[in-house]
């Protein structure tokens, strides 16, 4: 599976690969959900991410992260995007 253009950019040179690689498996399992559905995946998600392991991201690396998957993402994914971040900032 190839990498999507903004988990190769270089400004996320310095996130650790095990991040990228938990954001790879929601990007490719997110595509065709509906909003209903991405909800109830982020939920599952979630959920495991609680254990004593789990990777947390600061909100530096939230805000490197989402501002590089704009960078290359066409404008209706942008506009997701800022109503996601919108919505999670509220």
Known sequence: MEKPAWMQDPALKEVPSEKLALLS??????????????????MQISRRQQGKDALTFSKEELSLI???????AMREEQEK????????LH
């Open 25 to 42: 498996e929601i990007y490719e399992k997110s595509k065709g959900k509906n909003q209903k559905e991405l909800m109830a995946y982020f």
């Open 66 to 72: 989402f501002n590089t998957i704009k960078k290359h």
């Open 81 to 88: 995007i800022e109503k996601m971040l919108e919505k999670r």
